[in-house]
């Protein structure tokens, strides 16, 4: 069964210092990698989208990192702001599916508190 | 442009009781998806509409039914609401995703807040 895991499940840092989220996945065969910002009350927005011949992507302040021999990924944040607080929601997608959105496997997130 | 958009925002209901939630997106996508996010666990399918006039099952799709209503909306129906459809609903639309693939990204709305007593 295809899976996603994240950890930590929830980090407390102080505002200006940098972080990076893990994730882990068995999906296979793989398409893609996305990562999503979620912040309290709201729905997901895209940070990155990776295929496999990808191993580095920014967006800005973030940086997400895939290494698809270990289905590992990463993402880094620097400098931590306030508005970085949010989950952040590491997603596969399946080749399978022609890399639609039917086929993605989601992870249940990080919770990142950035504290003043 | 809204993007996705999704009504109501907030909504209690008793068991048994039916609703429809509303989604719509301008964004001319050709591809809508609703999932259902609970506390603890990551986003679930539940179905899909990979184009007008098209849906399928998702991962947990009992209990509940889909309608695209044209290009634009999908709608969700809870027939007889139970209390384990208590949940934070998210409508979301992508471009077709051959057509758009690697790179097939999901725009998601702000989310329904169901509660089912």
């Known amino acids: 069964k295809n899976q996603v895991e994240q950890s930590p499940q929830s980090l407390i840092i102080l505002e200006g210092k940098n972080c990076t989220l893990q994730c882990n996945y068995t999906v296979s065969p793989f398409s893609n990698l996305r990562w999503y910002k979620q912040d309290t009350g709201r729905g997901p927005v895209s940070l990155t989208i990776m295929t496999f011949s990808e191993n580095t992507k920014s967006n800005g302040r973030y940086t997400a990192t895939l290494d698809a021999d270990t289905k590992q990924s990463s993402l880094h944040i620097t400098a931590s702001q306030l508005s970085d607080s949010a989950s952040y929601i590491c997603?596969?997608?399946?080749?399978?599916?022609?890399?639609?959105?039917?086929?993605?496997?989601f992870g249940k997130g990080t919770h990142l508190i950035i504290q003043p | 442009n809204a993007g996705v958009t999704q009504t109501p925002k907030f909504q209690v209901l008793k068991t048994g009781q039916s609703m429809t939630l509303q989604c719509a997106q301008d964004?001319?996508?050709?591809?809508m998806y609703w999932y259902r996010q609970d506390p603890g666990m990551g986003l679930r399918l539940i179905y899909y509409?990979?184009?007008?006039?098209?849906?399928d099952k998702g991962e947990v799709p009992n209990g509940y039914n889909v309608s695209r209503l044209n290009k634009r909306e999908f709608s969700l129906r809870l027939e007889s609401a139970a209390p384990s459809q208590t949940s934070v609903y998210f409508c979301?639309?992508?471009?077709?995703?051959?057509?758009?693939?690697?790179?097939?990204?999901?725009?998601f709305g702000p989310g329904t807040r169901l509660t089912v007593l």
């Open positions: 997603v596969v997608s399946a080749l399978e599916s022609g890399g639609g959105a039917d086929g993605l496997t």
């Open positions: 979301a639309s992508s471009e077709d995703p051959i057509r758009a693939f690697p790179y097939n990204e999901q725009f």
């Open positions: 509409s990979a184009s007008e006039g098209t849906t």
């Open positions: 964004m001319n996508h050709n591809s």
